[in-house]
């Protein structure tokens, strides 16, 4: 049962282009989350999806972010017009049902030049 | 709402030592607790869990944690360090049942030396 697949794993846009991360959960789980980790800092939640729905976004910026979870295929987070405050790393991470054990994918590592 | 407060950024232990990492919560309901350990340019890997009943858990690799409601604490430990161990550690919380985010500490990054 392969893991949580993210790709890529390095992205490097210049500022104002847009950045397209993917997140496939494991196999079985309907339940997406994208978590932001800036620098020496901890891991800060932004979203939470369900196949087709947004069930929490209460960590997404308000502006220029925006994570979709369509029927098929892979969970995306878009980033418009990217600033170098973006650079980060964006960990996604599924579960099989509301509330269970989370597991992780490796990350996109995202630099804004 | 939860928070989490990882004591001490950066924690250095010889090879054989007890490790200590500290972790503490506030959780406005019944908290679900989580460490985790993440290895340089990689993912987050669950090293234990606490969710509900025997308040000492057992994780992989030799670790394990207490939740003192008390206390509000959920620190990690090992008897014996070993050079493998040297990561960065994540304390986290949710609020348990149906709810899902993850509120992380800021992690505390372990040091391991001969």
């Not at chain 1, 087709?52 to 979870?69: C, H, L």
């Not at chain 1, 170098?84 to 054990?101: K, L, T, V």
């Not at chain 2, 001490?8 to 985790?36: D, M, Q, T």
Request: aromatic share 10%; glycine share 10%.
């Amino acid at each position: 049962n392969a893991g949580v697949m993210q790709n890529p794993r390095h992205l490097v846009r210049r500022r104002g282009q847009e950045a397209r991360l993917r997140c496939s959960p494991m196999k079985g789980h309907s339940h997406v989350y994208w978590y932001r980790q800036l620098p020496e800092e901890g891991l800060k939640f932004m979203v939470y999806l369900q196949k087709e729905n947004i069930i929490d976004e209460s960590g997404m910026p308000k502006e220029r972010f925006s994570a979709e979870f369509p029927k098929e295929g892979p969970s995306i987070l878009r980033i418009q017009q990217v600033v170098r405050g973006d650079s980060a790393a964006y960990f996604c991470a599924s579960s099989p049902r509301q509330g269970d054990e989370q597991y992780f994918g490796p990350g996109t590592r995202l630099t804004v030049t | 709402a939860q928070s989490v407060t990882q004591l001490g950024s950066h924690v250095s232990v010889s090879e054989g030592a007890l490790v200590l990492l500290r972790c503490n919560y506030s959780s406005s309901v019944p908290p679900y607790l989580f460490w985790y350990v993440q290895y340089p340019n990689q993912g987050l890997q669950l090293l234990l869990k606490y969710t509900t009943g025997a308040t000492l858990v057992k994780g992989i690799n030799g670790f394990e944690a207490e939740f003192k409601k008390s206390e509000t604490s959920f620190h990690l430990t090992k008897p014996s360090a070993h050079m493998s161990d040297a990561a960065e550690y994540f304390c986290a919380v949710s609020g348990g049942g149906t709810a899902s985010k993850l509120t992380f500490g800021t992690g505390t990054r372990l040091q391991v030396t001969l």
